[in-house]
Structure formats: C-alpha cells, structure tokens
C-alpha cells in the first residue's frame, strides 16, 4: 500500500487504494482532518465532507460516522515537522477480529506514505489554484489603454 501511495495523485486514488488495503482486514472507512481545511473548488470525490476540515469516505455508505463504534486516530506530519491534520480509521462491527496487528501502521511505512500522499495531494490543490489565478488574472482588464476617440475600453493582457 505504501509503494502505490507514492504514486497516488488524487483524493478518488486514494480513497480506493486504501479501501483495497484496509476493507479485508475489518475496517469500514477512515476519514482526514486536515489542519488548513479543504479548498472550496476541490474535488473531493467519494468522500463525504462532515466539515470545511474534515472527511469520511465509509466503504457501505454508513449513514453517519458515528455509527461505527470504534475508531483509531493518529496525527498526520509534513515533512518539514509541521501537523498536516490526522487519519482516522473506522469500524462498525467490534465483534469480528481484526485482522492485523496495530503496531503495521507504524512500522511499515504506512502512516508515512499517507502523510506524504496526502501532503502531495493538497500541494496539488496549491500548485492548481495558483494556476487558475494566473490565469485568470493574465485576462483581466487593466482599465483604459487607448483614450479619447473610442467609447469603449479596450482591455489589454496585463504585463505582469
């Protein structure tokens, strides 16, 4: 799982690499609080929002999160040391066994490549809004440029 989050560029990508990873094992779903909250143009797939921040994606459409009874958080980090949010995986039914052993998350590499995936992901959104922006304003009208003789301006691209 780990190898194909290095890969993964999108929040559907990822969504359905770590539900073929963490569906057969007993968990229902997880969810992502980012510290610096979600973009409101993006894409966010089947993921549900429950806040500007925070996100589930449950694999059977659990009516609401709190309907899985039992949870397990850890802190998400950037790489350069400062918190990038938490992950949160979710399970409805505590009577069947878990299959694995908890200590995986930690010592595989697995919270680091979803703390790396996710952190890739949001630059993404950065990256991809900075673009739009510049694009945008590269268009926009800079106001008159040719004066007295039309009755209209003309917008011209801007220089900068």
């Keep these: 799982t780990a190898d194909r989050l290095e890969k993964c560029a999108s929040l559907p990508q990822f969504c359905q690499i770590l539900r073929e990873c963490l569906e057969p094992i007993g968990f ?31 694999w059977d459409q659990l009516p609401e999160p709190c309907d899985a009874n039992w949870s397990l958080t850890f802190s998400l980090t950037k790489r350069n040391g400062k918190s990038l949010g938490g992950f949160t995986l979710y399970r409805k039914n505590t009577a069947s066994q878990l299959w694995m052993d ?58 900068s």
């Design 28 to 58: 229902d779903g997880f969810g992502l609080y980012l510290s610096t909250g979600l973009p409101a143009e993006v894409e966010l797939g089947p993921f549900k929002m429950s806040s500007r921040s925070k996100v589930q994606y449950f």
């Design 102 to 159: 908890l200590d995986a998350f930690t010592t595989t590499g697995f919270s680091h490549a979803v703390e790396a995936c996710v952190e890739n992901i949001q630059n993404s959104w950065v990256t991809h809004g900075e673009e739009e922006r510049l694009q945008k304003s590269a268009y926009e009208s800079t106001g008159t440029s040719i004066g007295s003789g039309f009755r209209q301006s003309i917008p011209v691209r801007s220089s």
